[in-house]
């Protein structure tokens, strides 16, 4: 595609409920990146994506999170038992391993709130 | 640990005038650098990329430069308009993946007509 693409744009869940944020990267991006961004906070790193595997999860704030790439493309990150502290903005991002390595192209974001 | 930080945290000015946007970090050992600029409920859009090689890139009206040494970078904008209003974020990697982009806390930019 285009650009990154990140659905839903908004969720809204009830305290305790699953939900899973789905991010299609730009086409032949190996690299995919899990970021989290809190009301009045900076970008959070959560999980880090080359190919399907996961070099760097050390982001992840708990074990009610986990994420799974499939076929180096698409990429589902899910929050078990949400909380309220887990409402945030949640963004993906794709990169290229190329000329310009490591530079990164975001998606306009899912929005979770959890009541 | 690496800290980034950005200074003003706010910025206001009035259409036309050039301004500087400060980066400073606190691990010089950078892969590369790169400026982002945010739209209130958007997301990041990449504005410029420095490799830790590289001195300064420039993009329009957008220049940034990077100071590896002494652990800064400044996003320089000439003749400012209103729709460069946005937050501006400055964004590190230590890793040559380009994984764990340290972020700091963003500049917000109004450009008053």
């Known amino acids: 595609g285009a650009g990154v693409s990140q659905s839903p744009s908004n969720k809204v869940t009830e305290k305790g409920k699953d939900v899973e944020l789905r991010c299609d990267p730009i086409s032949g991006h190996t690299a995919l990146y899990w970021y989290r961004q809190s009301l009045g906070q900076g970008l959070e790193f959560l999980i880090y994506f080359q190919g399907n595997s996961a070099p760097d999860k050390s982001g992840l704030p708990s074990d009610r999170f986990s994420a799974e790439r499939t076929g180096g493309s698409v990429s589902t990150l899910t929050i078990q038992r949400t909380q309220q502290e887990d409402s945030a903005v949640y963004l993906c991002a794709s990169s290229f391993w190329g000329r310009n390595t490591g530079e990164l192209f975001f998606g306009e974001g899912s929005r979770l709130t959890v009541l | 640990k690496q800290e980034v930080t950005q200074i003003p945290a706010a910025l206001s000015v009035p259409e036309g005038e050039n301004l500087v946007l400060n980066c400073s970090f606190t691990?010089?050992?950078?892969?590369?650098l790169q400026w982002f600029r945010q739209d209130p409920g958007k997301g990041l859009t990449s504005l410029l990329l420095?490799?830790?090689?590289?001195r300064e890139q420039t993009s329009g009206r957008l220049n940034a430069s990077l100071d590896k040494s002494s652990g800064r970078s400044t996003l320089y904008i000439a003749a400012s308009q209103p729709g460069d209003s946005a937050t501006y974020l400055c964004a590190v990697s230590i890793e040559t993946s380009g994984s764990r982009l340290t972020f700091g806390e963003g500049t917000q930019l109004t450009v008053n007509p």
């Open positions: 420095i490799q830790s090689s590289q």
């Open positions: 691990d010089s050992a950078i892969y590369n």
